[in-house]
């Protein structure tokens, strides 16, 4: 079975460019999570999606970054303009959201911004 | 605001011996703790978790200890193998309600780099 599935592996991009990433949730599960990996703040969640719907968004940094889950199968993130801060590593994780709440990694997308 | 703290930033151990890792937590409401493993270039891999109304759980050569009065946690390895090598990362969690639905928010440590030698 599939693990979660994220692309691209790496981006690189200037400054100012809109940068769209993926993700490929575990099937059958109902929860979806993006995350945010920095040396500085470490692993912190940026939106929670359940059931397709976004739930938490409170740890979206600005109004820059944007989040969608159009069907049970699909998630974006988008930075539009992005900039040299947005550097890092983004990490997708579902949950079949049953009461032992593990979440399992995608392999996660290295961000660079010029 | 650190809620999850891993105070070793790094641990080295000689192959076969015990590793234990060790988490401190200061929000009382985290009624649930993981145990991820993370390689370089790939994401978070679970390994084991522990809910608050429990102090131990085994899974083969991982066992998680919980010390709710002193909010601290502790995950040992025994035997240690070199393949263990990777940078550990605690987490706990709460369950926060949004939306009108409930989930459990991971609130992760800095991690721990572990490093098994032969």
């Known amino acids: 079975d599939a693990g979660v599935i994220q692309s691209p592996r790496h981006e690189v991009t200037e400054m100012g460019q809109e940068v769209t990433l993926r993700c490929k949730p575990i099937?059958?599960?109902?929860?979806l999570f993006w995350y945010r990996q920095t040396m500085m703040r470490g692993l912190e969640l940026l939106i929670y999606?359940?059931?397709?719907?976004?739930?938490?968004d409170s740890g979206m940094p600005e109004d820059r970054f944007s989040a969608k889950m159009p069907n049970a199968s699909f998630s974006t993130l988008k930075i539009q303009p992005s900039e040299p801060r947005d550097s890092a590593v983004y990490f997708c994780?579902?949950?079949?959201?049953?009461?032992?709440?593990?979440?399992?990694f995608g392999p996660g997308t290295r961000l660079t911004v010029l | 605001d650190q809620q999850v703290k891993q105070n070793s930033p790094s641990l080295s151990v000689q192959e076969g011996r015990i590793s234990i890792l060790n988490c401190d937590y200061t929000?009382?409401?985290?009624?649930?703790f993981l145990w991820y493993k993370k390689y370089p270039a790939e994401g978070p891999t679970f390994l084991i978790s522990?809910?608050?109304?429990?102090d131990k759980n085994e899974d083969g050569r991982f066992t998680v200890f919980l010390n709710k009065s002193a909010k601290h946690l502790s995950l040992h390895i025994v035997p240690s193998q070199p393949g263990d090598s990777a940078v550990y990362f605690c987490?706990?969690?709460?369950?926060?309600?949004?939306?009108?639905?409930?989930?459990?928010?991971?609130?992760f440590g800095q991690g721990t780099i572990l490093t098994v030698h032969p």
């Open positions: 994780a579902s949950s079949p959201g049953t009461s032992r709440r593990e979440q399992f």
């Open positions: 099937s059958g599960h109902n929860s």
């Open positions: 999606f359940n059931n397709n719907v976004p739930i938490d």
């Open positions: 929000n009382s409401m985290f009624d649930y």
């Open positions: 522990i809910s608050s109304i429990k």
């Open positions: 987490a706990a969690t709460r369950r926060f309600n949004a939306g009108g639905t409930s989930y459990g928010k991971l609130t």
